[in-house]
């Protein structure tokens, strides 16, 4: 019965993902000056929209290649906290468990459990990877099927994102090898972090 539920669950993450709407004017723009400022260096990217909590996949040439929602740190903010990365997650508190703001140039790699994943910030610990609904409590699958925003944050830090929209989308583009992952600021202007974006008026 759980693994029924676990599939269905993933089933209305992946529908929400393909019923997702056209690329939002702000984060069609900015894909447009990363590729025309050079900044994304002719690598496929993805730029992570914390405020909205979803993750857009584009192409070297600034097409979108998908979207889907994910699930974020448990706490706001734009930066990890030092030498979180050296910690075990027991030790780690509740306002700690941020998804950092930046330009990160993702790579493949492998968690402790063998798992393939896509490094964002390797000494913070920080990675795109599937979701994981090993701890029933946390409702993550649940989670990324609700149309809203607010239950979203969950995680220590990594970005996790429905399997299906993982291995058809996200990895093939950004997680077979380096790419460019750009998480938006949630507590300040995307051109205070990102000069390209910046308005020119």
């Known amino acids: 019965m759980k693994k029924l539920l676990a599939q269905a669950l993933l089933g209305l993450a992946a529908c929400a993902a393909a019923a997702a709407p056209e690329t939002p004017p702000d984060i069609q ?8 400022s050079g900044d994304s260096v002719q690598r496929p990217f993805a730029v992570v929209d914390k405020r909205q909590a979803r993750v857009f996949v584009f192409g070297a040439d600034g097409r979108l290649r998908g979207t889907a929602p994910v699930l974020l740190g448990l706490a706001h903010g734009d930066r990890s906290v030092p030498g979180i990365g ?8 509740p306002e700690e468990r941020i998804t950092p703001a930046g330009r990160f ?17 390797y000494g913070a610990a920080v990675s795109m990877h599937r979701v994981r609904a090993t701890n ?25 994102v ?14 077979a090898a380096r790419g460019v992952v750009y998480v938006l600021p949630e507590s300040g202007p995307v051109g205070a972090l990102f000069e390209f974006a910046a308005d020119p008026h």
């Open 29 to 36: 723009r900015f894909a447009q000056h990363a590729v025309a």
């Open 86 to 93: 050296e910690r075990q997650m027991s030790e780690i508190r």
């Open 105 to 121: 140039v993702s790579e493949p790699g492998r968690n402790l459990q063998g798992e393939d994943i896509t490094w964002i910030d």
């Open 136 to 160: 029933p409590a946390e409702r993550r699958l649940e989670r990324l099927a609700s149309p809203g925003v607010d239950d979203n944050r969950i995680s220590y830090g990594c970005i996790n």
């Open 162 to 175: 429905p399997a299906d929209f993982y291995d058809a989308q996200l990895k093939p583009v950004v997680g």
